[in-house]
């Protein structure tokens, strides 16, 4: 199989120096509480760290540096020492030996625990589905793509069924019920339209109401498709009864609403495009987003290691806890096969600028 994580661009363009990182936020001194979740250690202890091509996490990071961070959480850096590392970016062109070099002149990392004094966590995965689409409504495209109302009209703890049923929001495109809820479900995606144009799709706001597993409502109706309650096996059984998906899929009473993009990038909750299997969805009420972390897990799909440094850029209302986080594996099927039967467990350390909480 041709190894995915090797697909990835890496320019040769000059000294990069640091974007607008004047975010909001407390901790702009020089020192910051560290939680007793974080245990310091070497790089040396972590698994995999000498592994890993670091240029790819180093390109990542380039994005952090330009984004406008919001200094909160419990795991905040100093907003000073996280703008001289910026300053001091290398060259795009080095090795990859020097890439991790600068890295471990830069951070210190930290083993991270949760509250029970557990080291392991889990590991999921998501990506940005390509989906058929039309600019109007058709037998296949059944169902709205909407944008938030323009109109003052309310839609927070309002259910998807009332939103659609009232055209809540200002319709941007159609498609299948099936797709709508999974391209909802992963906060982004692209459109393929009738004509064969491209059409990105990236999040815009949710009515607050929690989610509620497709899956799960198959399961209290006595429903088992063949394959299981994978995505896969699920999608593939609703697409052929759609009374039964749209009787399901507005059960779960979560809509999110989309705007369109002004590029094909994937944008995360930091602002900035992801990058493939580098950037990571973590707790943004626990960690700054920005941050390096390293993953010590296991790819769901075979079994081979997941042993990454990664850099936090998104966040999501299922990634809750210390060690949880969500890997982005990119876009379109080949993305969905490592995507959406994710579910690891592994160890988490967080890189911190040197000198944090001294």
């Not at 974007?19 to 972590?46: E, H, R």
């Not at 399901?248 to 609403?257: E, M």
């Not at 930091?270 to 972390?293: C, E, F, H, N």
């Not at 209302?317 to 969500?326: H, K, L, T, V, Y």
């Amino acid at each position: 199989m041709r190894k995915y994580w090797l697909f990835l661009f890496m320019g040769m363009t000059l000294l990069s120096g640091c974007g607008d990182l004047t975010g909001s936020g407390s901790s702009g001194g020089g020192s910051a509480s560290i939680p007793s979740n974080l245990k310091k250690t070497s790089f040396n202890s972590v698994p995999g760290w000498y592994n890993d091509d670091h240029r790819y996490a180093l390109q990542a990071f380039r994005n952090t540096c330009k984004a406008r961070i919001q200094y909160s959480g419990r795991v905040i850096p100093s907003r000073k020492l996280l703008e001289d590392k910026c300053r001091m970016l290398p060259r795009e062109s080095i090795s990859a030996n020097a890439a991790r070099t600068w890295f471990e002149n830069n951070f210190q990392p930290y083993k991270v625990y949760d509250n029970s004094g557990k080291g392991e966590g889990t590991y999921t995965g998501y990506y940005s589905p390509v989906i058929a689409a039309c600019k109007k409504k058709t037998a296949q495209c059944n169902e709205p793509l909407m944008n938030v109302p323009t109109d003052g009209r309310n839609y927070k703890g309002v259910s998807k069924e009332r939103i659609v049923e009232n055209k809540i929001g200002r319709v941007l495109y159609w498609a299948n019920i099936v797709d709508v809820q999974n391209i909802q479900i992963q906060g982004s995606g692209m459109l393929k339209l009738e004509d064969g144009s491209l059409v990105k799709l990236n999040f815009a706001g949710v009515n607050d109401l929690p989610f509620k597993s497709i899956g799960d409502q198959l399961k209290r109706k006595g429903i088992k498709p063949s394959g299981g309650y994978s995505s896969e096996a699920v999608w593939s059984y609703l697409r052929k009864h759609e009374s039964l998906a749209r009787e399901i899929i507005y059960k779960n009473p979560r809509y999110v609403y989309f705007q369109v993009a002004k590029s094909h990038n994937v944008i995360g909750k930091l602002g900035t495009p992801l990058s493939k299997i580098r950037s990571v969805a973590m707790d943004d009420s626990l960690y700054t987003l920005g941050l390096p972390v390293f993953i010590n897990t296991n790819l769901s799909v075979d079994g081979r290691k997941f042993q990454r440094l990664m850099i936090a850029q998104d966040t999501g209302s299922a990634i809750r806890g210390w060690i949880r986080a969500d890997i982005f594996f990119g876009s379109g099927d080949e993305a969905y096969k490592y995507a959406h039967g994710q579910h690891s467990q592994g160890e988490m350390y967080i890189l911190m600028p040197k000198t944090y909480g001294n």
